[in-house]
């Protein structure tokens, strides 16, 4: 059994218990862990629907699971290590409503990377999307980044599907720009990390981040700072500065290059050497950003401020 993973689209009710009811029922009959991820009306159904077999089923609602895009695989992950098995199934029904764009697309890059993050197990993992409330430029992005349809005829083979390596989204190629000239600076070489923690700190709580979210970016700004003097040119540049409501601390490493098209994504293996840097630090930052250009291998990380 290999990593499956259908996109769902209904326009009814209806429509969305045919589709997901067998699918759920096959995984049930072959005692796979089952876990569905949806709005209340929806769990409502299935409940009415599956009768006593809803009962083997762990349910969430959406609006409390798909709060950060790395978080929620690291989730799905924990789902899997908890029931001690890499074949589970999982319906879930991401959160596309009071998303701004940039939010939308890291989602949609979220829906592409699952396809990477879990290639190596045999789970099933369909995601819901109702034709009645998701905006149409959202479900034609969900048709490209889904290798295989369920509908209430069944599963069929996707072929608007885009691998996620050749996905380009709106937004993706535009450059960073340089920082603004008020943003704080600090070059740093491996002599420098404590005190670029500190100056990060310094920063981040005049700039009125909590000292629990402080704590979080100082920690992803370390990794990124140590990729750049480990496994890159040995020295780089910081800045800091504040933008519409968020702490940003870009890193800047003259001389690095990136070691995937989306590093962090997924989670590295147990045994992996390396990787496990840009993982943490998507991990804890609301936002990690990646360009390539002219001044280097540059890293942007925001944090919200309340």
Known sequence: MTFAHYVLP???????????????????????????????????LLHDTLGRDAKKILFFLSDGWYLHPPRTISAYNDFMREHDSDKVQ?????????RDPREVREWTR???????AFTTS?????????????????????MRTHPLLLT??????????????????????????????TARTMSFSL????????????????????????????LGVAEIANNAVEHGSGHGAAYLWTDDGEFVCEIVDPA??????????????????????????????????IRVDALGYRVRLRMRVP
Request: net charge negative.
């Open 10 to 44: 209904f326009e009814t009710d209806e429509e969305f218990l045919a589709s997901a009811v067998p699918f759920l029922d096959e995984g049930l009959e072959a005692g796979l862990p089952s876990l569905v991820v949806t709005r209340q009306d929806n769990v409502d």
């Open 90 to 98: 999982i319906i879930g029904e991401p959160v596309w409503y009071g």
């Open 110 to 116: 979220y829906e592409a990377m699952v396809n990477r």
């Open 122 to 142: 045999g789970s099933r993992v369909a995601c819901m999307y109702d034709a009645r409330i998701v905006a149409p430029e959202v479900l034609a992005d969900a």
């Open 152 to 181: 209430r005829g069944g599963e069929t083979i996707n072929d608007r599907y885009v691998v996620p390596e050749d996905l380009v989204l709106d937004g993706d190629a535009e450059p960073f720009g340089a920082p603004p000239e």
């Open 191 to 218: 002599r420098e990390l404590k005190n670029l923690r500190d100056f990060v700190t310094y920063h981040a709580l005049r700039a009125g981040l909590p000292r629990n979210r402080t704590s979080s970016l100082v």
């Open 256 to 289: 690095g290059t990136a070691p995937s098209r989306f590093p962090g994504y997924v989670p590295p293996v147990p045994e992996a050497p390396r990787g496990y840097g840009m993982w943490i630090t998507r991990q804890l930052c609301d936002l990690m950003e």
